[in-house]
């Protein structure tokens, strides 16, 4: 972050958000590009709130139009079941201290920082209709099912159970729309020595789930 107006020692850093929970474990700031330290000290910390006070280290302004000096400021947060960043914000405020009911901040973002994409829970079922049955060491078609949540993946990394197999090239149809372009047969995975197979989304990505998208697999005896 930058600011247009400096922090003093003594003056707060607020950062809050209402989804996020932090705590003051590693708390940091560091100037930047050097990474040279800037002394500070948690003096509250509560759920989706954090203050530090500047110790013996000034906030200092850039010019507008430039990006030096900026600030990088780190420390332990919960995050929140939201995957999608444009669900959670975060407030950076440096205020000085005192009645914070009585003055306006020194700097703020005015909570348009938004948060940090996380790792979504990607729905997959494979299926074989209609009763979900298929002979032993056979070739055959099943359906497999993938919703991105939030997420707009652009490939897939399927992991066949122990046995099972893909043919070398394994998409048999790409779905309603061709949202998937190509399924290949790629190396075993090295741990456990299982198939694995590569999809590929059509386009910019998979943005809605896959619509009776068909691969080839092949079964055990």
């Given at each position: 972050?930058?600011?247009?107006?400096?922090?003093?020692?003594n003056d707060l850093i607020l950062i809050s958000s209402k989804f996020y929970r932090m705590?003051?474990?590693?708390?940091?700031?560091?100037?930047?590009?050097?990474?040279?330290?800037?002394?500070?000290?948690?003096?509250?910390?509560?759920?989706?709130?954090?203050?530090?006070?500047?110790?013996?280290?000034?906030?200092?302004?850039?010019?507008?139009?430039?990006?030096?000096?900026?600030?990088?400021?780190?420390?332990?947060?919960?995050?929140?079941?939201?995957?999608?960043?444009?669900?959670?914000?975060?407030?950076?405020?440096?205020?000085?201290?005192?009645?914070?009911?009585?003055?306006?901040?020194?700097?703020?973002?005015?909570?348009?920082?938004?948060?940090?994409?996380?790792?979504?829970?990607?729905l997959l079922r494979v299926q074989r209709l209609p009763s979900n049955e298929a002979p032993?060491?056979?070739?055959?078609?099943?359906?497999?099912?993938?919703?991105?949540?939030?997420?707009?993946?652009?490939?897939?990394?399927?992991?066949?159970?122990?046995?099972?197999?893909?043919?070398?090239?394994?998409?048999?149809?790409?779905?309603?729309?061709?949202?998937?372009?190509?399924?290949?047969?790629?190396?075993?995975?090295?741990?456990?020595?299982?198939?694995?197979?590569?999809?590929?989304?059509?386009?910019?990505?998979?943005?809605?789930?896959?619509?009776?998208?068909?691969?080839?697999?092949?079964?055990?005896?």
């Amino acid at each position: 972050f930058t600011v247009t107006r400096q922090a003093e020692p003594n003056d707060l850093i607020l950062i809050s958000s209402k989804f996020y929970r932090m705590f003051p474990d590693n708390f940091n700031i560091v100037r930047m590009p050097a990474r040279a330290p800037v002394s500070s000290e948690v003096v509250s910390f509560i759920d989706g709130a954090i203050v530090a006070q500047l110790m013996g280290t000034a906030i200092r302004t850039t010019v507008p139009g430039f990006k030096d000096p900026s600030y990088e400021v780190s420390f332990t947060t919960l995050t929140p079941n939201l995957p999608n960043p444009g669900d959670t914000f975060f407030r950076i405020e440096l205020r000085k201290p005192g009645n914070q009911s009585q003055q306006l901040p020194l700097n703020t973002n005015d909570e348009r920082t938004t948060g940090f994409r996380l790792v979504e829970n990607v729905l997959l079922r494979v299926q074989r209709l209609p009763s979900n049955e298929a002979p032993p060491m056979a070739e055959v078609d099943v359906e497999i099912v993938i919703d991105p949540k939030s997420t707009v993946p652009e490939e897939f990394l399927l992991m066949a159970p122990p046995m099972f197999n893909f043919t070398e090239d394994c998409l048999v149809r790409g779905g309603e729309t061709d949202e998937i372009a190509s399924c290949t047969r790629i190396q075993d995975e090295p741990a456990t020595g299982r198939a694995q197979a590569l999809l590929k989304a059509s386009g910019g990505g998979l943005s809605k789930p896959s619509d009776y998208v068909v691969i080839r697999i092949m079964t055990p005896a």
